[in-house]
């Protein structure tokens, strides 16, 4: 399944008093524009992301943000549960002595010295690992939503398909008789101008081969169709930069539909090939999403 190369993918990581979050989303853009946003943390990192970003993502306007946020700061704090327990303990102790109400101890005890004390320092390398891991989840969330996006354009762009082809079969089934109404049209313009008995008969028919010729549209009917088969094929496999070849091949599905509208001298074909413009305009803004 072709794959879009709008996505997002998002993964929140809370280790300890550290909040990391990864977000992942890109837009259209014919080669790989990438840019990444790490906290000062993670920027010994940032070449190594890059190299493992440029092998996942391929092509596209792509954004990576990753955020760290600690809780007080960046300096980690322990409760210090021997200092509570004493001043707990002797609080309590007072309360009775005193016959005072010590229900809400601790609220008292968070505001006396040495209740907290610093914890150990940030491993930033353990807490890499556990970012790396966000970063590999936000990526697969990221490449699903490529995938749903990129079936639904498949699935609009076949339906448009299907409209040219069978705008393609109208035209074709109305072509049947057309150069033989166009030889009669040409005959009976020429008699009436030049009046029976005066036209080279054999002169006349060396030059109509010829304008015929210039309005037969059976070729451009047959290359169109199998520029739609080719299209169509594209679409079923999973190739790298697909959207790069589907681009191609609507660029030459548009020629021949020009060719087929320059040759048409009716407008019920005129008609028809506006409407296959219409369709083909529209395959090519999705193909521009293709990855």
Do not use: C
Request: overall charge negative; cysteine-free.
């Amino acid at each position: 399944m072709l794959r879009s190369m709008t996505g997002y993918g998002r993964e929140v990581l809370e280790w300890g008093v550290h909040t990391v979050t990864v977000e992942v989303r890109s837009l259209n853009n014919k080669f790989l524009d990438l840019t990444v946003r790490l906290p000062q943390e993670f920027r010994y990192q940032e070449m190594a992301l890059r190299k493992q970003l440029q092998s996942r993502v391929m092509r596209g306007k792509v954004d990576l943000t990753i955020s760290l946020e600690s809780l007080g700061g960046d300096e980690r704090q322990e409760l210090n549960a021997d200092a509570i327990r004493y001043y707990h303990r002797e609080l309590q102790a007072l309360g009775r002595e005193l016959d005072l109400h010590t229900h809400d101890l601790m609220s008292v005890i968070m505001r006396l010295p040495n209740v907290t004390v610093p914890g150990q320092p940030l491993d930033a390398e353990e807490l890499w690992g556990k970012t790396a891991e966000a970063i590999e989840t936000a990526l697969t969330r990221f490449e699903a939503f490529r995938a749903q996006e990129g079936a639904n354009l498949v699935a609009d762009m076949n339906a448009r398909l299907e409209a040219i082809e069978t705008l393609t079969a109208s035209i074709t089934a109305s072509s049947g008789d057309r150069l033989q109404r166009v030889r009669q049209k040409l005959e009976q313009q020429l008699l009436e101008t030049l009046g029976h008995g005066k036209v080279d008969q054999n002169r006349f028919e060396q030059e109509l081969i010829y304008y015929l010729e210039k309005l037969d549209l059976n070729e451009e009917l047959v290359r169109l169709s199998s520029h739609l088969r080719y299209f169509r094929e594209t679409l079923l496999h999973d190739e790298q930069e697909a959207g790069k070849k589907l681009g191609f091949i609507s660029q030459e599905m548009g020629r021949e539909i020009n060719t087929l509208g320059s040759k048409a001298n009716e407008a019920f074909i005129q008609q028809q090939v506006v409407r296959m413009k219409d369709e083909l305009e529209k395959i090519k803004e999705q193909a521009l999403n293709v990855l």
